[in-house]
T-cell receptor, first 113, second 112 residues
Framework: DAGVIQSPRHEVTEMGQEVTLRCKPI?????LFWYRQTMMRGLELLIY????????DSGMPEDRFSAKMPNASFSTLKIQPSEPRDSAVYFC???????????FGPGTRLTVL | LAKTTQPISMDSYEGQEVNITCSHN???????ITWYQQFPSQGPRFIIQ???TKVTNEVASLFIPADRKSSTLSLPRVSLSDTAVYYC?????????????FGKGTRLHILP
């Protein structure tokens, strides 16, 4: 397996633009996680899915953030409109179960100007 | 969810054994203890997991006392490449669908 795949790896956009981050989990894993990491706040869990269903989105900062998982092999994290304070590295991770070993993707480095 | 406390940072020298201790005073009966390692510009990577006593793999050892209120990750003979952030996590039985939470981690810096 190629591991967790994220795209794009880097994204630079201007404030107010819509940003869509993509994730393909490891085949067979039924839990998927979206994290955000900054120097100030560390690694924050934004939302996680079990069997494509959002279980806990309490970490989503505000209504500008939304996440979907239309099928077992694909998830998106959308920010609309984006703001400079959204600049961070966004990681997607998957696991067989929510509390089992999580496998992280390479991350998407987002810069909002 | 049980909260964890670990040192913010540690320094050590190449060839030394490094022990990073994590406190989790309100750990629940079903909770497992898991450690992750994160290198710069990469996502965290699972190192080791345990429930009680001692667990050892090719990377590290995990020591858990009988009361399970703390745990110690031991890295034998560290090298410069072990410079990373180490996270201690506590969460429910892996067979249940409960999430685990990453804290701030311990930033380990290995000196030559």
């Amino acid at each position: 397996d190629a591991g967790v795949i994220q795209s794009p790896r880097h994204e630079v956009t201007e404030m107010g633009q819509e940003v869509t981050l993509r994730c393909k989990p490891i085949s067979g894993h039924n839990s998927l996680f979206w994290y955000r990491q900054t120097m100030m706040r560390g690694l924050e869990l934004l939302i996680y899915f079990n069997n494509n269903v959002p279980i806990d989105d309490s970490g989503m900062p505000e209504d500008r953030f939304s996440a979907k998982m239309p099928n077992a092999s694909f998830s998106t994290l959308k920010i609309q409109p984006s703001e400079p304070r959204d600049s961070a590295v966004y990681f997607c991770a998957s696991s067989f179960r929510a509390s089992n070993e999580q496998f992280f993707g390479p991350g998407t480095r987002l810069t909002v100007l | 969810l049980a909260k964890t406390t670990q040192p913010i940072s540690m320094d050590s020298y190449e060839g030394q054994e490094v022990n990073i201790t994590c406190s989790h005073n309100n750990i629940a009966t079903n909770d497992y203890i898991t450690w992750y390692q994160q290198f710069p510009s990469q996502g965290p990577r699972f190192i080791i997991q345990g429930y009680k006593t001692k667990v050892t793999n090719e990377v590290a050892s995990l020591f858990i006392p009988a009361d399970r209120k703390s745990s110690t990750l031991s890295l034998p003979r560290v090298s410069l490449s072990d410079t990373a952030v180490y996270y201690c996590l506590v969460g429910d039985n892996p067979n249940r669908d409960d999430k685990i939470i990453f804290g701030k981690g311990t930033r380990l810096h290995i000196l030559p």
